[in-house]
């Protein structure tokens, strides 16, 4: 193989490469991918949420379930998705009986392909 043909089918061969890795990047990130960095946030604001003065009480965040769905036709925001916890708060009172609750907390996100992260979707508020 002459050395000219042999670099006609390297420039060739990263040519492909290149057109299949901006293919990639048109379509954005995977499922997979997205449900991941999800997981991600989760574990961080189950550990923010547990993490507490021990003299305020237990505090215990369990993820009920994480919800991912796609966003067709929305370029900046692909992906939407959802975090749902169950939290269970006991703690003593002045007498030292133990009071605990329990209750329902979700936190809801858009997937932004700009900084490829998650962040917090704040719903509009209706003028008033």
């Known amino acids: 193989m002459t050395r000219r043909r042999l670099l006609s089918c390297l ?3 990263l040519v492909l490469s290149l057109a299949g890795c901006r293919k990639q990047l048109a379509r954005g990130p995977s499922h997979e991918a997205v449900v991941a960095l999800l997981q991600q946030e989760a574990a961080y604001l189950k550990k923010g949420g547990e993490d507490l003065d ?9 993820v009920e379930g994480l919800d991912v769905t796609e966003r067709p036709g929305d370029k900046d925001f692909p992906w939407a998705g959802s975090i749902r916890f169950k939290i ?12 605990s609750d329990t209750r329902q907390k979700r936190f809801d996100y858009r997937f932004s392909s700009v900084i490829g992260k998650w962040i917090i979707d704040v719903p509009a508020t209706p003028a008033q």
């Open 11 to 13: 420039c060739a061969a």
């Open 54 to 62: 021990p003299s305020l009480g237990k505090v215990t965040w369990t």
């Open 88 to 99: 269970h708060q006991a703690s003593r009172d002045y007498d030292g009986n133990v009071t």
